[in-house]
């Protein structure tokens, strides 16, 4: 028995539409799942892609944020916003069945890709976890693309050893600073319509506020080390011109990262007691 068909015993026993908490508790009572219930979040991304894989032919519909419902029930009728979800289901025990990407996908265009990106930094979440995370994350984006800006300037014009070393670790730093930035927005936006569907409960939520926390802490560290680095070696008077460009441009990125993480502390500070 798969997930679906999980899901469809359970309507069927209820004769009622089903919220997917009460949908992965009484799975997780019949030993259909394991892990923790409040990893409610798995089993939704999980339900979820099962019905978009089996398509007109599911027997489950969404019918609301976080219901599910059986498609012949008269009342019953699928989303109209069947967008997927990035999430990784784990810890299911029932066989799922992965779904391959069509053939004739097509590669998003820059154009659609850039709007995209837009509208991941203008809309603002709704919990004050995620509205903490995406201020964090969006003044990320914005440095590394700065950075981006700046090591393209260094490399269109006339420049010595050292501002060539310099360009290359803007360049580097920036593209990997705005990718991550990018993929947290993304990752963010999602938990927060999650959480305003009632998907992720409090014990959920709590569990991402403690990754989110560390994930910050690990930035921090390696922008203390980045700095260290930096000093080492651009204050050497013995390394090549090169080697000190690229030293100050890690000095910059790890001062930047220590500087973004006592911001955020500060400006929430009060949450936090």
């Given at each position: 028995?798969?997930?679906?068909?999980?899901?469809?015993?359970?309507?069927?026993?209820?004769?009622?539409?089903?919220h997917?908490?009460?949908?992965?508790?009484?799975?997780?009572?019949r030993?259909?799942?394991?892990?923790?219930?409040?990893?409610?979040?798995?089993?939704?991304?999980?339900?979820?892609?099962?019905?978009e894989?089996?398509?007109?032919?599911?027997?489950?519909?969404?019918?609301?944020?976080?219901?599910?419902?059986?498609?012949?029930?008269?009342?019953?009728?699928?989303?109209?916003?069947?967008?997927?979800?990035?999430?990784?289901?784990?810890?299911?025990?029932?066989?799922?069945?992965?779904?391959?990407?069509?053939?004739?996908?097509?590669?998003?265009?820059?154009?659609?890709?850039?709007?995209?990106?837009?509208?991941?930094?203008?809309?603002?979440?709704?919990?004050?976890?995620?509205?903490?995370?995406?201020?964090?994350?969006r003044?990320?984006?914005?440095?590394?693309?700065?950075?981006?800006?700046?090591?393209?300037?260094?490399?269109?014009?006339?420049?010595?050893?050292?501002?060539?070393?310099?360009?290359?670790?803007?360049?580097?730093?920036?593209?990997?600073?705005?990718?991550?930035?990018?993929?947290?927005?993304?990752?963010?936006?999602?938990?927060?319509?999650?959480?305003?569907?009632?998907?992720?409960?409090?014990?959920?939520?709590?569990?991402?506020?403690?990754?989110?926390?560390?994930?910050?802490?690990?930035?921090?560290?390696?922008?203390a080390?980045?700095?260290?680095?930096?000093?080492?070696?651009?204050?050497?008077?013995?390394?090549?011109?090169?080697?000190?460009?690229?030293?100050?441009?890690?000095?910059?990125?790890?001062?930047?990262?220590?500087?973004?993480?006592?911001?955020?502390?500060?400006?929430?500070?009060?949450?936090?007691?």
């Amino acid at each position: 028995m798969n997930l679906l068909e999980a899901a469809e015993r359970l309507l069927r026993e209820a004769q009622e539409p089903l919220h997917v908490r009460e949908i992965a508790a009484r799975a997780a009572e019949r030993g259909l799942i394991s892990g923790p219930a409040h990893s409610i979040d798995l089993v939704y991304a999980g339900l979820r892609r099962a019905i978009e894989g089996a398509g007109e032919g599911s027997p489950v519909v969404q019918a609301g944020p976080g219901a599910f419902a059986l498609r012949e029930w008269p009342a019953a009728a699928p989303r109209a916003d069947t967008e997927s979800r990035p999430e990784t289901v784990t810890r299911i025990t029932v066989e799922i069945e992965q779904e391959e990407a069509p053939a004739e996908a097509m590669p998003l265009a820059p154009q659609t890709i850039g709007a995209h990106i837009v509208s991941l930094v203008r809309e603002q979440p709704e919990h004050p976890l995620f509205a903490r995370v995406h201020a964090y994350l969006r003044g990320l984006l914005g440095w590394g693309a700065l950075n981006v800006l700046g090591g393209l300037a260094l490399v269109f014009r006339p420049r010595s050893s050292m501002a060539a070393g310099l360009s290359s670790a803007l360049l580097d730093w920036g593209a990997a600073q705005a990718a991550l930035a990018v993929v947290g927005l993304e990752q963010v936006q999602n938990e927060d319509r999650d959480a305003a569907d009632g998907i992720l409960d409090e014990p959920a939520i709590a569990e991402r506020r403690a990754w989110y926390r560390q994930a910050a802490d690990a930035l921090a560290a390696a922008g203390a080390v980045a700095t260290i680095l930096g000093l080492v070696f651009g204050l050497s008077g013995r390394q090549r011109a090169r080697t000190r460009g690229r030293a100050l441009g890690i000095l910059t990125q790890g001062s930047f990262l220590i500087t973004l993480s006592l911001v955020d502390r500060l400006l929430h500070r009060p949450n936090e007691e």
